[in-house]
């Protein structure tokens, strides 16, 4: 009697913990079904994965917006000490400091102190 008793709970235990073990794989399931398309881009409408080259093209964006906020940050030290900026060179940036998306020499005007990048979509960094 008293182990009928014993092993009824034990099983009692046991369903209990795989009810909730397949509710966790539910909710699992559920939050997969709603980030995969997020992440693997389908059924979206959104496009594919990203290819290797746009991935590219991102960094070097980054990468471009990284150079002028340093070369920014460089003329605005050079000007704040009283130095005349005419030039990138005057302010310490190299003259061959290029867009790594285009190659394109980025823009300094002495008079404003702003730093452009001339490459397409560029404008905005
Ligand atoms: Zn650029």
């Given amino acids: 009697m008293v182990r009928l008793h014993a092993d009824s709970g034990r099983r009692r235990q046991a369903g209990r913990s795989f009810v909730e073990v397949i509710f966790i794989l539910l909710i ?7 980030y995969a398309p997020k992440y693997l881009g389908v059924g979206t409408g959104m496009s594919s994965p990203k290819t290797d080259a746009s991935v590219l093209s991102d960094a070097r ?16 030290a050079k000007r704040t000490s009283g130095a005349t900026v005419k030039t990138l060179e005057d302010a310490g940036i190299a003259g061959d400091a290029k867009c790594p998306a285009g190659a394109e020499a980025y823009t300094y005007s002495a008079e404003s102190g702003s730093i452009r990048c001339p490459h397409p ?3 905005a960094f």
């Fill in 121 to 123: 979509g560029h404008e």
């Fill in 28 to 34: 699992l399931g559920a939050a997969f079904a709603y």
């Fill in 61 to 76: 964006d980054v990468s471009c917006r990284t150079n002028l906020n340093v070369i920014r940050q460089a003329v605005a």
